[in-house]
């Protein structure tokens, strides 16, 4: 009976302490709240570009990262500040780099769509679609090839897998066995173009068999679903089976970029999903089972509002770069 | 005099181009476990135009990979994999099949460390078999070095020996940043004396491949040759050209191209590649921008590839890319003040 019961507990509770999964929820709370910071600066003309916010997504990277070793490695989207905090950015130096700053973890020369920290094993956010994913196959080859027995996590939104580098790379790393796990965050539209005019197949995860790896379609607003997920594909990757494909179901509830004005989804169904939030859902989850109680909830909002804050003030305050440094690092400067 | 031996072994031998490439290959092979060779059908076949020949044989299948036809892909992997501590060196068969991996080459090896604030860098290189002149028509002949030559973030060579592609391939090899290598399918199977073991000819500097004192000829690649071919049967008439070899061509040797204009006074600049917005615009402009334009006794020259793609029968071919005569009766006119 108690064996009957154990089945029975959620994969987050078996797997993870309190304090992880309070982290986990920390994180969360810190993307939405730097994408809602960003888009305050920006209504409020403190910064310029444009920027693709994952509001509504934050589980997926959080979740996805969950199953992560500190120095697995992970390549990111234009849609990439979820990722990058939840593999350990700090939001001071992703605002400084919002702002241009020198401080920012480009030192102004990314922004947003460049987001990157290396150091904690993310190899950056990239501009073009699907131009991260042979990228990760090419890391993952490094990890094979030299042995450091890192695994490669690799985020790509649906409108990547129409790109011939998708299925380039979904091959290769088949056929040389390299541990990577594709993920795949579905959250319905290619900029406007919805998956089921753009896509062959009802669920992309179907696409893994045509390259002879698992695949599999995941609520990704879920926790527990898409940790559980990627820790098998994880696993699987990590004891030399090679890559898996994880489809991750997910909503931006923003429009594409700041040009979007939504003419190609309705509002009810935008409201549909928000009335669904994915941070209250895992928050409710971990209060339901006792990790913690609604004021520590609080709590933690509370404090990530305060390092929202002091993250902004940093950005602003840091250093412009100079103008005269405009053509550094194009190059690696060699010693003579 | 720009060769920095690291281990003098013993006295040169003879080599063809694609022997010292090979050479080259083989050394990174045995001294650093991290060089990896990548590409299509480089490993059993040996590499379309037999460039890597049997190194299958002495490193394994997982050292010289052959891929998938997969240009983006493949191209991508090696990005990825020059960013995270292999140094991968990645054969296109042809150069006209870079045009499906653009976007890696383009948007990510060249632009990744400074999108980044210098905090990686890709330490890639990349190999072209290039140019006309074999019969493969218009989509196996291109010269789409100036393509690259464009894009900051990227060094673009043109090695023109078999002593320089050794060496210029070593170089490549040991800078932090990508190496694009376009190499004159043509010239595969010439002959020249090659160092054994290890030296490294340097990125950016050109070569004054024969000194002279009436006409500065600026060549690229196989033009080099023709250049070369052409200053002897000028000289027999009585004009002295010196033949610079600009080997690199991001970045260009400035330097070296404005000394010897000063000298001479007058500029002709040969390559097969489109004339138009091509290598020789780059120089032209250099030159005009500079103070060596004081110098200039008459206008400059360009001989580059006509405006059509490079077409299949053999004569049309010929006379798609500067020729020998054609540098010869150019040249001539522009000493005697007949351009």
Partial sequence: MAKQKMRNVPFALKKYSSEQLKGALRKMYLIRKFEEGAENCYTRGLIHGTMHLSIGQETSAVGSCMPLAADDQITSTHRGHGHCVAKGAEVSRMFAEFFGKETGYCKGRGGSMHMADVEKGNLGANGIVAGGIPIAVGAALSSKRLNTGKVVLCFFGDGANNEGAFHESLNMASIWKLPVVFICENNKYGMSTSIERSTSVKNISERAAGYSMPGVTVDGNDFNAITEAVDTAVEHARSGNGPSLVESLTYRWRGHSKSDRNRYRTKEEINDWIDRDPIIRFSSFLVQNSVLNDEEVKAIEISVDAEIEAAIEFAKSSPDPLLSDVTRDVYTEVAQ | ?339
């Fill in chain 2, 1 to 339: 005099m720009n060769i920095s031996v690291k281990n003098p072994d013993t006295e040169p031998v003879e080599m063809s181009y694609s022997e010292a490439i090979k050479d080259a290959l083989d050394i990174a092979l045995k001294t650093d476990e991290r060089v990896i060779l990548m590409g299509e059908d480089i490993g059993v076949y040996g590499g379309a135009f037999q460039v890597t020949g049997d190194l299958v044989h002495s490193y394994g299948e997982d050292r010289v990979m052959d891929t998938p036809i997969s240009e983006l892909g493949g191209a991508g992997i090696a990005v990825g994999a020059a960013l995270t501590g292999l140094r991968p060196i990645f054969e296109f068969q042809f150069s006209d099949f870079a045009t499906l991996a653009m976007e890696q080459i383009v948007n990510q090896a060249a632009k990744v460390r400074y999108m980044l604030g210098g905090e990686v860098s890709v330490p890639l290189v990349m190999r072209f078999p290039a140019g006309s002149g074999t019969g493969a028509a218009a989509q196996h002949s291109q010269s789409l070095e100036a393509w690259l030559a464009h894009v900051p973030g990227l060094k673009v060579i043109q090695p023109t020996t078999p002593h320089d592609a050794k060496g210029m391939l070593l170089a490549a090899l040991d800078d932090p940043d990508p190496v694009m290598i376009f190499e004159h399918k043509l010239l595969y199977k010439t002959k020249g004396m090659v160092p054994q073991g290890h030296y490294t000819v340097p990125i950016g500097k050109a070569n004054i491949a024969r000194p002279g004192t009436d006409v500065t000829i600026v060549a690229t690649s196989i033009m080099v040759h023709k250049s070369l071919a052409a200053a002897e049967e000028l000289a027999a008439a009585g004009i002295s050209a010196e033949v610079i070899d600009l080997r690199t061509i991001r970045p260009i040797d400035r330097e070296t191209v404005l000394d010897s204009v000063e000298k001479t006074s007058r500029l002709a600049c040969v390559y097969e590649g489109v004339k138009t917005l091509g290598i020789g615009a780059e120089i032209s402009a250099m030159v005009a921008e500079s103070h060596a334009f004081d110098f200039l006794d008459a206008p400059i020259l360009r001989l580059g590839g006509s405006e059509n793609p490079i077409p299949y029968n053999p004569e049309l071919e010929k006379a798609s890319v500067p020729q020998v005569d054609d540098i010869v009766s150019n040249v001539t006119n522009l000493v005697k003040g007949k351009i």
